[in-house]
């Protein structure tokens, strides 16, 4: 009589559960890799209500981020600019144009421009532009080179890991608080050749000095850090975030 | 370790169950000094079982809450669970989220940070200045303004929970007509049309009645409507005015003035029934300037209560008699008496004569310690003459009113720089009474009746029948902020602004006023009580900003007028317009007929007396939808969502009820049904009955508590003799009362607990021990300090900041503006009364309310617990998902994002003051408020279901501290109270809201008494530090060894000797019984011995060589 089923097929059930665990542990894997920020935010590029590109403005004209982001350094956040402010030069400059019809709308009916928001924090992370451009991180480490987009879209991936890398190693974030806005800073000589521990326009901070002595004196402390290199302190704990 | 566990003190901990069935508590030194309730003191095992439960076991209520079934729910998880699948495969992304800037930002306006506002707000008379916080235009806090001097920064509970009255769905939304709804156009045009009939007749037949509005720009457009209408007449009715107490002012020569208490010049301050800490008088600056002097560095004062309830003011009095209320005045007059007879005071004959006849009738009825007390208290005024402070409350008549002022008057306790200031009374329009208009409205003389604020057919004393009144009357508009039982009766309704929508000013007590400033534009089509009464009095502007700044130029003047009017805007008070205080000369000659005659019986056996109090929270109802005032837990009942009958455990015991049984309470023929509750320390025979509950109308109020306002006739305002009670063949009445919530197991080494975490001491005891033995508090302690064992390595955080609080018990004077403010700050939903009655209710703070002495007669004692922020958090172990966690700043953290909502660290809490969110609360508030959002304070996440929630050391406003300190400082955040300034009246204000690089949680800044310091323990200058090294600090629950970052100070009362009440508890031990030497040999022989720490602390490492 013929077999049927031949030997090999003894192993089937076998073969199966492992086809069916290493697919599962891919699966698994698969979720946590690509389904994570970096993969499915960065990039991220709504089309905005009017074409307003930050490539002719803040590459070719050279504006400065604080022109309309005015309150950046003073909030958390860094406002989108009322409408006031485009008028500000577009009154003059191309104010017939009809890409800007839906500004010069705005403008005369106060009803606000509805742009889209392009990076989107979770409602119970509280993140604060000011205290990060006076520590000296530049707009271009989380938002990329802005000078180059036509339109906007996510750089990095703003998730909690991607924070707390940063927050643990400052030092290579920051710059002289007078290149903050500078988009092409990173990677130049200037960035290589500079240590913000050796930087004398950062005064040493109060909380940072006793932050050493106390480190000096043997305190451990849970955010482990080699006092020689602390020049800022960002937090690591839950509440530096969360409120 | 073999050596510890043979030593005694530690057996006793391990083996505490075997030593209470060994060893009885010896009653003599072991009794429990603190008790929360009856039941809890006399150890009464009837508590429901279910409040052993850390959670009440209720799976059933999901079904009953979402009308779900079992199946139904099973299907429901099972098609979410794939609808996330084709969510999280990526189909869907995130919503489009918009970004929509202003078109024209407003100047000074930055997206995201909030601004403030000087604005004043009041109840009847009392009138509080405030800084109001504005979130990109949304008013979302109060706080106190602290350049005005009724608040000195600080608020009380209305102030505080006024902001939700703003965003109230129930309130007036638009004009009605015969309950329909009608236009502003048509109430204008009927009123004009009434207004043009009338004036032809020179106003006559035009009644205006409204609440108290010390408004001068109110009353000068009422003296304009006079001129205009010479016939029209004003009425004010106002439970929370007090007409007896002018009247008695009057009476005393003193007509047209009011009085204000500067209690930080008074040593001695006698309260006849005065609640100035709780809702009488001007409540935020009297806790105020009375805590300044409960400050145990500075000469402390002492605070005698006489009372017939049972008030925050008695808990917080050194000395507190319990009499009836009728009796209160009786104990006045007895006290005048024996000091005219000792000469101390000079008293006119006739008037000595009636009222010694008096006084010795009344000594013979009560006894005790009303005769007691008379001399005692004499001694102590007659010792601090021109420092002391005699103040009578709004339950006495006219006759004790007078007599009081007549006291402060011979003791020299009147004037300039003395604790009794006397003010002109400011609000010149004459105004008749609420009895006067009735009288008109009868005989026909009232054609058009506008009534401004306020809700007469509800509230009017229960002889007037304001409902039928407003029968006989054929126009009458009723123009206030809710459409209510009143407005169900008018002919017209029109709805009024809230204070934070319109314009006006306000001035207090002494003089000073305040400019109303609106915050926002009035959500609904409103307009303000000027505006109204200016149509009425044919003004050609409307506008209540004009019509303010048309008062006020004609006032100062047009030079520079711009200029002051923005200063005004600015400081919230207008300067120069605090008065000179007023001398005034008080005569006795009409005082000695109203003092004839015999004393006021007192009430015994069937016959009770009413004592009609403005209830904690709802006050006279105003405030009776306001759900957050309704959750509120009153202090001294811990009765949420309800009122009731309150009376005395002996008095309950001859009636043959208990908590909840419905009685019936009938007086000359009125009766109203109502469930009674205990309250210990409530004069016997009395009945006291919180007015405001009971509502018809409202979709938070109704429902709620029982309308007391039926048995309250124009009469008997305040107390009523010759009531009568009788108990109902009712089920039992549910009231939802906190009291029993978290409780701890206990005793738990023979010992109670609650007397090492309630600790109180006399002040000469406190001030001997302090001498004698300044680690004395460590003889509290359960477990002494050389015996805590740690199960770990013990974290040594010491760095940058370290954030601490303390709570000076002292000075807490139980308001519950801490618990109402931390609500508003920290987004904190209401649950209802169902959930609160299984141990739901949300609050971060709690205000705990011991009692300590005889059940009949007891003491209270007052203590607010949040998070202690232990530094060996027992909570932060037991989370399996690392949610809550501590900050190297000493906080303990949650991410409520990271909470999977096991309440494992809830459960571990041995404070209990972890909060779970059972259903998604806050979602439930809004779907039943959608204006609710706009409340919401955008720097603190709004929680979801299933997960815990606390006390977070307000962590938001600590992160902008330190935020604005790195951007803008030197990184370092500053002591707030380092920038504190003694203002012109000698009070220490601190501007939080200001002082941007420092740190004052929202409990701490609405704190009227200052209790409750937050800072940086790491800084020595501190004030918080300060507090930390007193000798009276101490830690609740030290015994367990996790190291709370909030520590409270021991309360101390200022003791007579004279009528010192016997110390009990641990301060018995520690003041009376001294070392007990016996003790330590005790020990030795018996290995369970419970009184292992009584032996002197400090000498603890001494005592223990033996072992």
């Not at chain 2, 006024?162 to 236009?183: C, E, I, M, N």
């Not at chain 2, 900050?887 to 404070?911: K, V």
């Not at chain 2, 609740?1036 to 060894?1041: A, D, F, G, H, K």
Request: aromatic content about 8%; some cysteine.
């Amino acid at each position: 009589m013929a077999v049927i089923f031949p030997r090999w097929t003894n192993r089937l059930p076998l073969m199966l559960l492992g086809f069916v665990a290493a697919g599962g542990a891919f699966a698994t894997f698969g979720v946590w890799y690509w389904f994570s920020p970096e993969f499915t935010d960065v990039g991220y590029a709504p089309v905005q209500p009017v074409a307003f590109s930050h490539k002719l403005h803040a590459g070719e004209l050279g504006m400065d981020c604080r022109y309309c982001h005015s309150t950046v350094e003073k909030a958390a956040h860094a406002a989108v600019p009322p409408t006031a402010v485009c008028m500000g030069c577009h009154t003059q400059v191309l104010p017939k144009s009809p890409k800007l019809e839906l500004v010069r709308q705005s403008y005369q009916t106060g009803k606000p421009i509805p742009w889209v928001r392009v990076h989107m924090l979770p409602d119970y992370s509280f993140f604060d532009h000011s205290v990060h451009v006076a520590a000296g991180v530049g707009c271009a480490s989380c938002h990329g080179r802005i000078d180059k987009m036509t339109r906007v879209y996510q750089h990095q991936p703003l998730s909690m890991g991607w924070c707390l890398d940063c927050h643990r190693d400052p030092n290579k974030h920051l710059r002289p608080s007078n290149k903050v806005t500078q988009m092409d800073w990173e990677g130049s000589t200037q960035q290589v050749a500079y240590n913000p521990s050796k930087d004398p326009s950062r005064a040493r901070r109060k909380d940072i000095a006793a932050h050493r002595d106390l480190m000096k004196k043997g305190h451990t402390i849970r955010v482990a850090k080699n006092p020689h290199d602390v020049v800022v302190n960002p937090p690591e704990h839950c509440s530096g975030c969360h409120r | 370790m073999k050596k510890d566990l043979q030593d005694p003190k530690y057996a006793a901990v391990s083996e505490s169950a075997e030593v209470s069935v060994s060893e009885p508590q010896d009653a003599q030194t072991e009794p429990q000094a603190f008790w929360r309730s009856i039941e809890d003191k006399e150890g009464n095992p009837t508590f429901p079982a279910s409040w052993d439960y850390e959670y009440t076991p209720d799976a059933q209520e999901i079904a009953e809450y979402t009308n779900v079934s079992r199946r139904q729910f099973l299907g429901l998880m099972g098609a979410s669970a794939a609808l996330a699948g084709v969510v999280s495969t990526g189909c869907l992304r995130k919503p489009v989220e918009r970004i929509l800037p202003y078109a024209k930002r407003p100047e000074e306006l930055i997206p995201g940070k909030p601004l403030f506002f000087a604005t004043a707000t009041h109840i009847g008379n009392a009138v509080l200045g405030l800084l109001v916080e504005s979130q990109d235009g949304r008013p979302t806090k109060v706080e106190g303004n602290p350049e005005h001097p009724m608040s000195y920064g600080a608020t009380d509970v209305w102030a505080q929970s006024s902001v939700l009255d703003l965003y109230d769905p129930d309130r007036g939304q638009f004009p009605t007509h015969a309950q329909k709804q009608a236009t502003w156009d048509a109430v204008f045009q009927a009123l004009k049309g009434q207004l043009e009939t009338l004036g032809k007749k020179g106003g006559e037949g035009l009644a205006i009645l409204s609440e108290a509005i010390p408004s001068p720009t109110f009353h000068d457009l009422l003296a304009t409507l006079k001129a205009r209408l010479p016939k029209s007449r004003y009425f004010c009715y106002d439970t929370a005015d007090t007409p007896q107490t002018s009247e008695g002012l009057a009476m005393a020569g003193a007509a047209e003035t009011q009085v204000s208490y500067a209690l930080n010049k008074a040593d001695v301050i006698l309260s006849l029934e005065y609640d100035f800490l709780g809702h009488e008088g001007d409540s935020v600056r009297q806790a105020r300037l009375f805590a300044a002097r409960r400050k145990i560095d500075k000469q402390m004062c002492r605070l005698y209560a006489v009372e017939g309830t049972f008030t925050t003011t008695g808990a917080a009095a050194d000395h507190r008699l319990r009499v009836q209320s009728s009796q209160v005045g009786e104990f006045l007059g007895a006290l005048v008496a024996h000091l005219a007879e000792q000469k101390h005071i000079a008293v006119e004959a006739g008037l000595l004569a009636n009222l010694s006849k008096r006084a010795e009738a009344a000594k013979k009825t009560h006894g005790g310690d009303f005769a007691k007390w008379i001399p005692v208290v004499a001694e102590d005024l007659v010792a601090h003459k021109g420092r002391a402070a005699v103040m009578v409350g709004e339950s006495q008549s006219k006759h004790v009113h007078a007599l009081g002022a007549l006291l402060n008057d011979a003791l020299g306790n009147i004037g300039q720089d003395k604790p009794v200031q006397f003010f002109s009374k400011g609000n010149t329009a004459a105004a008749g009474s609420l009895l006067d208009l009735v009288a008109s409205a009868f005989k026909g003389q009232v054609q058009t009746l506008i009534i401004l604020g306020g809700n007469p057919v509800y509230n009017a004393p229960a002889d007037v029948d304001f409902a039928k009144l407003l029968q006989r009357i054929p126009f009458s508009l009723h123009h206030s902020f809710y459409s209510d039982e009143t407005s169900a009766l008018t002919t017209w309704y029109a709805p009024m602004s809230h204070y934070l929508e319109a314009w006006g000013d306000l001035r207090a007590t002494d003089g000073t006023t305040a400019i109303r400033q609106p915050l926002i534009a009035p959500l609904f089509d409103t307009i303000s009580e000027i505006e109204m009464l200016s149509f009425v009095a044919g003004e050609a502007s409307n506008k209540g900003h004009d019509l303010v700044r048309a008062y006020w130029k004609k006032t100062v003047g047009d030079v520079g007028f711009e200029g002051k009017w923005r200063a005004w805007l600015h400081d919230g008070v207008i300067d120069g317009t605090r008065e000179k205080v007023k001398g005034v000369s008080v005569k006795a000659s009409k005082l000695v007929d109203a003092w004839g005659g015999s004393p006021e019986a007192v009430s015994k056996g069937n016959s009770f007396e009413l004592r009609f109090v403005l209830d904690n929270k709802v006050h006279d109802g105003r405030f009776a939808n306001n759900a957050w005032l309704q959750e509120l837990p009153d202090p001294m009942t811990k009765l949420t969502w309800d009122n009731a009958a309150l009376l005395s455990p002996k008095t309950a015991a001859a009636l043959g009820v208990s908590n909840g049984t419905w009685v019936e309470i009938s007086i000359q023929g009125r009766k109203a049904e109502m469930p009674v509750f205990f309250a210990p320390g409530i004069a016997e025979n009395t009945i006291a009955l919180p007015l405001g509950y009971g509502r018809a109308w409202g979709r938070v109020s109704k429902g709620c508590g029982f309308n007391t306002y039926p048995l309250r006739s124009s009469l008997t305002m305040y107390h009523a003799k010759g009531a009568s009670v009788k108990k109902l063949d009712k089920e039992n009445y549910e009231l939802a009362s906190t009291q029993e919530h978290g409780r701890l197991e206990e005793p738990i080494t023979g010992r109670s607990r609650k007397d090492a975490i309630f600790r109180e001491l006399p002040l000469a005891g406190y001030l001997e021990l302090k001498e004698k033995n300044p680690g004395f508090m460590e003889d509290y302690e359960l477990m002494p300090k050389n015996k805590i064992k740690s199960l770990w390595k013990e974290p040594n955080e010491r760095g940058g900041h370290q954030w601490g609080m303390t709570i000076d018990l002292t000075s807490c004077t139980g308001c519950n503006v801490c618990t109402v403010a931390c609500q508003a700050e920290n987004n904190i939903p209401v649950v209802g009364k169902a959930r609160v009655l299984k141990g739901r209710e949300m609050h971060w703070i709690r205000l705990d309310r011991y009692y300590t002495g005889p059940v009949e007669n007891p003491e209270a004692a007052l203590q607010p617990v949040a998070c202690v922020h232990c530094e060996t958090a027992p909570c932060e172990n037991v989370c399996p998902v690392a949610a809550t966690a501590h900050s190297p700043e000493g906080m303990n953290d949650i991410a409520y994002n990271r909470c999977i909502g096991t309440r494992y660290c809830a459960n571990n809490c041995p404070y209990k003051v972890r909060r779970f969110n059972y259903f998604n609360f806050n979602k439930e508030n809004d779907e039943q408020n959608a204006l609710l959002q706009m409340q919401r304070n955008p720097d603190v996440t709004v929680r979801f279901r299933g997960v815990i929630e606390k006390c977070s050391y307000c962590v938001q406003r600590v992160s902008e501290a330190k935020i604005y300190a790195k951007a803008n400082g030197d990184g370092y955040v500053k002591d707030a109270y380092a920038f504190a300034k003694v203002n012109a009246d000698g009070v220490e204000v601190v501007n939080a809201t200001e002082l941007k690089e420092s740190v004052v949680p929202a409990c701490a800044q609405a704190c009227p008494s200052q209790a409750i310091v937050f800072g940086d323990i790491n800084n020595p200058q501190s004030r918080v530090s300060q507090h930390k090294k007193e000798a009276r600090d101490y830690a609740v629950l030290r015994e367990l060894n996790i190291r709370p970052r909030t520590t409270y100070l021991a309360q101390i009362r200022n003791r007579n000797p004279k009528i010192a009440p016997k110390l009990q508890g641990k301060a018995a031990e520690l003041l009376e019984g001294g070392v007990k030497p016996a003790k330590a040999g005790h020990a030795a022989h018996h290995g369970h011995d419970k009184h292992h720490d009584k032996s002197k602390g400090g000498q603890h490492d001494k005592g223990k060589s033996g072992h």
